[in-house]
């Protein structure tokens, strides 16, 4: 009974001291600060004077707590019974057990003397489950981090952590990442739960934690342009200037990059010039674009100025009048003249320059291969009329012999003069072919094949026929004697080596051994086997 008396002198005492300073209403109290609280329903919330001094100076100071509920927007007194859900003692306030009802605006007046005061005001926003608005201020960490529960700072309690909704063990009232990384963000959620007239509430605060690597400043770097770079301009043309730096990947924020023509400043306002600047990667690139070059670009000196936090660069570009493309023009012409003049050289005197150079590769490279002869002469020697065997025995025995042989000292086997009498046929063309190098097949206007003949001449055609086209052994050189309509007259495997090689056409006029008739035939000749060569001309 004593204990209640008491109790009851201490509420009036408090009242009696409560109504002295606010029925004073001549006294305008001071105001301070705004503050915010998100909270979550079903928890409770002990709110504290926001200010130091007006929470810890309670002995001779008196408080009164008034709430603006968003629902009836109507301004009441809290009363400080313990029993009531929400209610205040001294500088705190109890809101037990909250709901979205308890949204609105909490009001603390500070009367530290008789007639001087002090109101804070605290926004409560009460949420029905949890949101991303309710986090409390990111925190970004490089090194060790370490950071208590945003909430229960004056009360005490015990603290259960959560990462990303997931228990943490073993925590305290704060939380220690010795070694952060990517894998250490998240949100970090503390939840605290403390005694009140014997009843446990909680209250919980949610931050996000993210993880920042360590930078170190660089000296900024020019990408573009070179220095000292000139840049081709015709009056009145457009030209754009890029200037790009890389600065690192750490964040600069004295970080720029600027253009400057004869030490000043240049800005899009400045007429012709416009400038467009782009940041990405930590590069940091600025297009200068002027609309319409003058003489004076032309005499002027650019220079891009890029500036970091530890050093200042720059790179000088000059405009310079573009040359005349006539001369370059004039130039391709005559170098493509030349190109066309030396190639028409070459492949005229292509074959003058094999015939020259053949010798000595073959002196170098040539490996014996058995051979006798340099070539094995073919040509139909029975069925001709008198004009026809004239000129093939003409040639045979005049102009091929004399050339060949006698001039640069070929060896060929011809019938009639290096055949024995009396010898096989058959058996001399089959050896004597096998031992030439090559066969040389000539043509005449009016030769003919008898498909019953069994002659030497129709023999050896065939054997190298063979040779040529069958067994791939011997090459062979044709040459026509008189202008020919067909060859249809020839035999078939003649027909298809004449589709694949044309014959050297034969003409009286080029009997010199140097005339391009005879280059031919030396061209296909192998090289000679004798090194005796005549004086004739």
């Excluded at 009360?155 to 250490?184: D, M, V």
């Excluded at 609309?291 to 720059?314: N, Q």
């Excluded at 094999?354 to 069925?383: S, W």
Aim: proline share 3%.
């Amino acid at each position: 009974m004593k204990m209640m008396m008491l109790q009851i002198i201490l509420l009036l005492t408090e009242f009696v001291l409560v109504s002295s300073y606010s029925l004073n209403s001549t006294v305008q109290c001071e105001y301070k600060t705004r503050v915010r609280r998100k909270v979550r329903a079903g928890e409770s919330l002990y709110l504290d004077c926001p200010n130091l001094q007006c929470h810890s100076d309670t002995t001779n100071s008196s408080y009164l707590w008034f709430r603006n509920l968003s629902v009836t927007n109507q301004m009441e007194l809290i009363g400080t019974e313990e029993s009531e859900r929400v209610h205040y003692h001294e500088s705190g306030l109890y809101i037990l057990g909250l709901n979205l009802n308890d949204t609105g605006r909490y009001i603390t007046q500070w009367w530290y003397e008789e007639d001087q005061c002090a109101e804070y005001e605290t926004d409560v926003v009460v949420y029905e489950e949890f949101s991303t608005d309710l986090l409390y201020p990111d925190i970004v960490q490089q090194e060790t981090s370490e950071f208590k529960c945003p909430v229960c700072e004056y009360q005490q309690g015990s603290f259960i952590w959560y990462k990303n909704f997931s228990l943490i063990p073993n925590q305290e009232s704060f939380i220690r990442i010795r070694k952060p990384s990517k894998q250490s963000e998240g949100i970090y959620t503390c939840v605290c739960t403390w005694e009140h007239n014997g009843t446990n509430h909680n209250t919980s605060g949610s931050r996000r934690l993210i993880f920042k690597e360590q930078t170190i400043s660089s000296p900024p770097k020019f990408l573009l342009p070179i220095n000292n770079s000139i840049v081709s301009a015709d009056v009145g043309s457009e030209v754009i200037l890029n200037c790009s730096a890389f600065f690192g990947l750490s964040v600069c924020k004295q970080c720029s990059v600027r253009w400057e023509m004869n030490g000043i400043r240049l800005s899009s306002l400045d007429g012709f010039y416009k400038l467009e600047q782009r940041q990405k990667d930590g590069t940091v690139q600025l297009v200068l674009t002027i609309a319409k070059v003058s003489e004076s670009d032309l005499r002027s000196v650019f220079r891009c100025r890029a500036e970091g936090s530890v050093k200042v660069i720059y790179v000088l570009v000059t405009l310079k009048r573009r040359a005349s493309v006539l001369p370059v023009i004039l130039g391709c012409i005559c170098t493509f003249l030349v190109f066309l003049l030396v190639g028409g050289i070459v492949k005229w005197f292509a074959l003058d320059l094999m015939l020259f150079l053949r010798p000595i590769f073959i002196k170098l490279y040539r490996k014996e291969d058995g051979k006798l002869y340099d070539a094995y002469v073919i040509y139909q020697r029975n069925n001709l009329d008198e004009t026809t065997s004239k000129a093939i025995g003409d040639f045979v025995n005049g102009s091929l012999l004399t050339v060949l042989e006698s001039y640069y000292g070929f060896k060929l086997f011809i019938h009639g003069r290096d055949d024995l009498p009396g010898e096989d046929c058959m058996s001399l063309i089959e050896a004597k072919i096998q031992l030439s190098r090559r066969l040389i097949i000539i043509l005449t206007p009016r030769a003919s094949a008898d498909k019953s003949s069994v002659s030497s001449e129709a023999y050896d055609l065939q054997l190298g026929l063979y040779q040529a086209l069958v067994q791939g052994e011997t090459s062979v050189i044709l040459i026509q004697l008189g202008k020919m309509q067909d060859y249809t007259h020839l035999p078939l495997g003649l027909q298809h080596l004449l589709r694949k090689t044309s014959p050297l056409l034969w003409k009286d006029s080029e009997s010199s051994p140097n005339s391009r008739f005879w280059k031919q035939v030396r061209y296909q000749m192998p090289a000679a086997s004798s090194c005796q060569r005549s004086l004739l001309v």
